[in-house]
């Protein structure tokens, strides 16, 4: 059982649409981050949010840390082709600063 | 971006024998990492370092050790490679502890895959 469940897994959507993914677990985070993983290369970080409640947005992309610190969305307006790739969200605990957990993913094609 | 080569990028290997694989930065960055990467789990940390000679256990350390002699080096060894052991392999580094610290940024490398037959 993953300690962060992410939903959908696999979604894939026309260019022009918008899309919600999101990140669940049953424990608090100190902080949630994002990354975006495209084929053979490793993740690269999109956003790391440590506030409950807090919304960042880096250009088409909102993200949004959970009141309660336990979960997190993401969500892209107008999806682009160049958006296709793994979303992963990790969460890092409280007091163990090298404790970081990942999701499984999401997997994202935006056909044009 | 940080400057991490992994290498081998691609091996294959009969199980029973010992395998390493080498990661390299080039950001003298003080923490670094080796994760696996398995569909259905995400990334796994392995083991971990927090400087030279010192490293730790993660959550999926078993039947992997690694070692770092220099800042710049984090090697992975698998001493009697399994076929549960095939995986993809990704190293990284960051300046500072795991992500509690707001604004650390963790960098990956572009992954060893590794194939145990």
């Known amino acids: 059982t993953q300690l962060l469940e992410q939903s959908p897994q696999f979604l894939s959507i026309q260019e022009g649409e918008n899309l919600t993914v999101y990140c669940n677990s049953s424990?608090?985070?100190?902080?949630l981050q994002w990354y975006r993983q495209e084929p053979g290369e490793g993740p690269v970080l999109l956003v790391t949010v440590v506030t409950g409640g807090e919304v960042k947005k880096l250009k088409r992309l909102t993200f949004q840390f959970g009141d309660a610190r336990k979960d997190s969305s993401l969500h892209i307006t107008a999806a682009q082709p160049g958006d296709t790739g793994l979303y992963l969200c990790a969460g890092g605990f409280t007091g163990n600063n090298n404790d970081m957990r990942f999701g499984a993913g999401t997997r994202l094609t935006v056909k044009p | 971006d940080a400057g991490i080569t992994q290498s081998p990028r691609h091996k294959v290997t009969e199980t029973g024998t010992p395998v390493t694989l080498r990661c390299h930065q080039t950001?003298?960055?003080?923490?670094m990492y080796w994760y696996r990467q398995d569909p259905g789990h995400g990334l796994r940390l392995i083991h971990y370092s927090y400087g030279v000679k010192d490293t730790d256990k993660g959550e999926v350390s078993d039947g992997y050790s690694v070692s770092r002699s220099k800042t710049e080096d984090f090697l992975l060894t698998l001493e009697s490679a399994t076929s549960s052991q095939t995986s993809v392999y990704f190293c990284a580094t960051s300046p500072r502890q795991g992500i509690a610290s707001s604004g650390n940024t963790i960098y990956f490398g572009e992954g060893s895959w590794l194939t145990v037959v």
């Open positions: 950001e003298n960055h003080r923490y």
């Open positions: 424990s608090v985070f100190s902080s």
